[in-house]
């Protein structure tokens, strides 16, 4: 499936700070003349916010959790996503599939093999062109959420919960390298954002 437009993605454990960094994917790429839309997993759409709002609040089956997370995809790709990036325009999602391989697989514990057949069905062989991943020891990000607003279902996990969400993203950047770029997002904003600025070069 080849189209005009191009799929960024960030990603990365709650606290590792990547919310900050997607108004500035998206003003770089507004300076090199692209029209960008703006959005985010689980939501994007009408009905994908009101899945959101079930997601990040009401007691479910980890299941219940895996299948509303790509119902709500199904309808951002074809509400939003695919229609974007067909009239060539830039999609930067905050967040999207690699985070149910984190943390409905890695975190819950559903086999990958359910996840893929999912990604299967709801994508067909589509993916990001570009996903930046965020990434922090746990101990930073730890204290990042501590500090953050009231927390949801997945931020009132355990530690160890994010440490194999964590493992399970770093285990998905090791097996598709080109597509998954890792930064370190100890680093202070700047560096970061300078980071991303020459991966996007790269991309653009
Ligand atoms: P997040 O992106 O961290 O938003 P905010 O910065 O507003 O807290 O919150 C979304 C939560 O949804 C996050 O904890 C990870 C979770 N999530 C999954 O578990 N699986 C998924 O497939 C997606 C897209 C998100």
């Known amino acids: 499936m080849s189209l005009p437009g191009k799929f960024i993605t960030l990603e990365g454990v709650d606290g590792a700070g990547k919310s900050t960094h997607v108004g500035f994917v998206a003003d770089w790429l507004r300076r090199q003349g692209r029209e960008v839309i703006v959005t985010r997993e689980p939501g994007g759409t009408a009905l994908g916010e009101t899945l959101r709002e079930l997601l990040l609040h009401r007691e479910m089956a980890a299941d219940t959790e ?12 074809a509400e939003l996503i695919l229609p974007a990036l067909a009239r060539g325009a830039w999609v930067v999602s905050d967040r999207f599939t690699d985070a149910s391989y984190a943390y409905q697989c890695g975190g819950r514990g559903i086999a990958a093999e359910r996840i893929a057949a999912l990604e299967d069905w709801v994508q067909r062989g589509f993916a990001p062109d570009l996903t930046l991943l965020f990434d922090v020891p746990p101990d930073v990000a730890e204290q990042r959420r501590s500090s953050a607003r009231a927390a949801d279902r997945f931020e009132q996990e355990a530690g160890s919960f994010f440490d194999r969400v964590r493992d ?11 597509r998954i770029r890792v930064l370190d997002a100890r680093h202070t904003i700047d560096a970061v954002q300078a980071e991303i600025a020459r991966l996007l070069l790269d991309l653009a």
């Open 66 to 77: 895996l299948l509303l997370m790509f119902a709500a995809r199904q309808q951002h790709l």
């Open 168 to 178: 399970a993203y770093l285990a998905r950047a090791r097996s598709e390298p080109q």
